[in-house]
C-alpha cells in the first residue's frame, strides 16, 4: 500500500537531515589545519569543534521540522500566517544536547586512540565513522521529532493565552500526530507504524526519532 505524499516528503526530508549531517560531522572530525596534519587528534580541540557542528545540524533539523509542519497544516486547512513568530527557537537545548553529544565522542576518541597506539596501529578517522554516524543521525532525528511536536503546541498555546483560542481549538479538536515508520522499521518502532494520538498526547511507544540510535521515523499531522 502506497504511503500518503505528506508522509513520503516527511520521511524523505529526515533522511536528507541525517546524511548531511553524517556528512558534516565527518567532515569536521577530518579536517585539521596545514600545521595540525602532524598532530594527533586531540579530545581538547574536536570536542568544540564538533558541538558546534551538532548544534548547528540541529537547528537545521529544526528549521526544516517547522517547515514541513507548516506545509502539512496548509495542505490539512489550517494555515498558520502570523503564528510562526511565536514558535520557541530551542538553542539552549541543542546547544546542552550538542556539549554532551561531543563530549562523549571525544572520550570515545580518546580510547580508541588509546587502543590503536597499544597495538601499534597509527589512529585515524576511519576509526570513528561508526560512532560519528551514529551520533549524527540519531542527534538530527531527535531534534526534528521534537520540533515538529512540540511547535504545534507553542502555536496552541500562545492562541490559548493571547489571542481569542479558536485555532487552538482547531487544531486539537481536528488534528492528530500519526505514527510512521520505516519500511524496515526494528522490532521497537514497527509496531508503532500508524499509530495517532491527539496533539497533546503521547505515543504509547516513546515519540518517533528517539526511540533508539539512528531512528528514522517521524510524525506528521492527519485529520481525527
Not at 540510535?213 to 499531522?221: Q, R, T, V
Request: aromatic content about 6%; overall charge positive.
Amino acid at each position: 500500500m502506497a504511503r500518503p505524499k505528506t508522509e513520503r516528503r516527511a520521511a524523505g526530508a529526515l533522511l536528507l537531515l541525517q546524511d548531511g549531517a553524517e556528512r558534516e560531522l565527518k567532515g569536521a572530525f577530518r579536517s585539521r589545519t596545514p600545521e595540525d596534519k602532524k598532530k594527533p587528534r586531540r579530545a581538547n580541540w574536536l570536542v568544540p569543534t564538533l558541538a558546534g557542528v551538532i548544534y548547528e545540524q540541529r537547528q537545521v533539523a529544526r528549521s526544516t521540522a517547522r517547515r514541513r509542519l507548516s506545509a502539512e497544516l496548509t495542505d490539512l486547512g489550517v494555515p498558520l500566517e502570523g503564528y510562526h513568530w511565536v514558535i520557541s527557537n530551542r538553542r539552549l537545548i541543542d546547544q546542552r544536547a550538542a556539549d554532551t553529544v561531543a563530549h562523549s565522542l571525544g572520550l570515545q576518541w580518546r580510547a580508541v586512540e588509546a587502543k590503536a597506539l597499544e597495538e601499534e596501529e597509527k589512529p585515524g578517522p576511519r576509526m570513528m565513522r561508526a560512532r560519528l554516524a551514529r551520533a549524527a543521525r540519531t542527534e538530527v532525528a531527535r531534534a526534528y521529532s521534537e520540533e515538529h511536536r512540540e511547535a504545534i503546541r507553542d502555536v496552541v498555546d500562545y492562541d490559548r493565552r493571547f489571542r481569542d483560542g479558536q485555532l487552538a481549538t482547531e487544531i486539537e479538536s481536528a488534528l492528530r500526530r500519526r505514527w510512521s515508520a520505516m519500511a524496515d522499521a526494528c522490532e521497537r518502532c514497527e509496531p508503532c507504524d500508524g499509530e495517532e494520538v491527539g496533539i497533546n498526547e503521547s505515543f504509547s511507544c516513546g515519540e518517533p526519532g528517539d526511540m533508539h540510535p539512528h531512528c528514522a521515523c517521524i510524525e506528521y499531522l492527519v485529520r481525527a
